[in-house]
């Protein structure tokens, strides 16, 4: 038997209770991992509230994110070995005390990192390389504006986005933050009291930027359209302030912008394991060197998991909120 954080019904953080049922046992293309910390996002915050349902073949269970101990191999998985330390994408059932994950979705814990270090990689690093280098396509020389950048997201994709030769522009609501921003090497923002699109015209010499990051939505969307520069590529991972809004497209034809988005959650395991080779390959090393490693805002015990969502909730973290379950 194993415990793991129910969620009654959709709703406030009352909803999550602390419950116990069997370990699942491994398909073939799987592993079984002894879960000692997980990562808070805010798909989980969503889920709870009921805004974004599991999909119908993943765990009901929250959490998108694990690092622990593999303990058991479907017969299908290959690289993988009983007692490998990993962290792992996983399709939901990360709050609990053993978690099912894809093998292909897996990553070896880098080099002298904790597993509290290791839960805070990969659903931030898996989002922040589809997005800002699939996508978007973001290269050395550039400039790349991060919405939301003290955020788990935000600290992830500015350390990325510097480490491939790019000027780096964020938003953030508060002083601390933009300070924590800056000392990560962007040029921070105080939305608040600046208006990032002027500020943007003004260290661009009037030329915007060639890739947004948004997870803002809203009112955002027509003054990101405002702040790219011609050919530039606006990328929506989330809508904090709504996914509508009334819009001029004619900036989008005369500047020729690429306008996407993406979930990660939805996408296929061939896709995800696409983005885990690439992020062993590319990002990995930089990881074992540290010469990128994760902000962690706050670690809470696993029955504190109603305290966690109320910090994220709050809105006051820098960087990411990880549960610990004890090793």
Known sequence: MMKFIALKNSGGVDQLELQTMAVPQPNADEVLIRVYAAGI????????????????????????????????????????????????????????????????????????????????????????????FQRAHLTAGESVLIHGGAS????????LARAAGAQVFTTAGSAEKCAAISALGAISIHYNEQDFVAVIKEHTQGQGVNVILDMVGGDYIQRNISA????????????????????????????????????????????????????????????????????????FPFAQVAAAHMRMESNQHIGKIILTLGE
């Not at 009921?50 to 998985?77: M, Q, W």
């Not at 994950?101 to 880098?110: F, G, H, R």
């Not at 904790?114 to 390389?129: C, G, K, M, N, R």
Request: net charge neutral; aromatic share 6%.
């Open 152 to 159: 788990g997201i935000g600290t992830a994709a500015i350390q």
């Open 228 to 299: 790219a520069a011609k050919e530039g590529r606006i990328v929506n991972i989330a809508f904090l302030q709504g996914s509508k809004a009334q819009l001029d497209f004619m900036p989008l034809m005369l500047k020729r912008l690429t306008l996407t988005g993406s979930t990660l959650r939805s996408q296929s395991t061939a896709t995800k394991a696409t983005i885990a080779r690439e992020l062993e390959e590319k990002v990995w090393p930089q990881l074992n060197n540290k010469t990128i490693e994760p902000v962690i805002d706050s670690v």
């Open 41 to 132: 996002n805010r798909p989980d915050i969503l889920q709870r509230q009921g805004a974004y349902p599991a999909p119908a073949d993943a765990s009901p269970i929250l959490g998108l994110e694990v690092a622990g101990e593999i303990i058991a191999c479907g017969e299908k998985v290959k690289r993988w070995q009983l007692g490998d330390k990993v962290c792992a994408l996983v399709n939901g059932g990360g709050y609990a005390d053993y978690s099912l994950a894809p093998a292909a979705q897996c990553l070896p814990i880098p080099a002298g990192f904790s597993y509290v270090q290791a839960a805070a990689l990969p659903e931030t690093f898996f989002t922040v390389w589809h997005n800002l």
